[in-house]
């Protein structure tokens, strides 16, 4: 986009390019309501990246090695 906008939603499940480096370019997205990371390598570490996702609707996480306190970095994300 030439001007600013807001990411409300990232669909990336299934896509085995997905990295916990690569997520840190979400961070700071603090409008994401929708995340898809199913079937992806991402793990706890990765997670940290979207603490600031307050407004977080949809997670999903399935054949991930996500942990409990990798979802720690949700506990603010009221709507989940």
Partial sequence: PRGP??????RLGANKQVTD???????GCAHLA????????????GLAHFSACRNLEELYLFKTAVTDDGLAAFRDAKAL
């Fill in 34 to 45: 929708h995340l898809d990371l199913g079937a992806t390598g991402v793990t706890d570490e």
């Fill in 21 to 27: 480096a690569g997520l840190a370019a979400f961070r």
């Fill in 5 to 10: 906008f807001r990411l409300t939603g990232a």
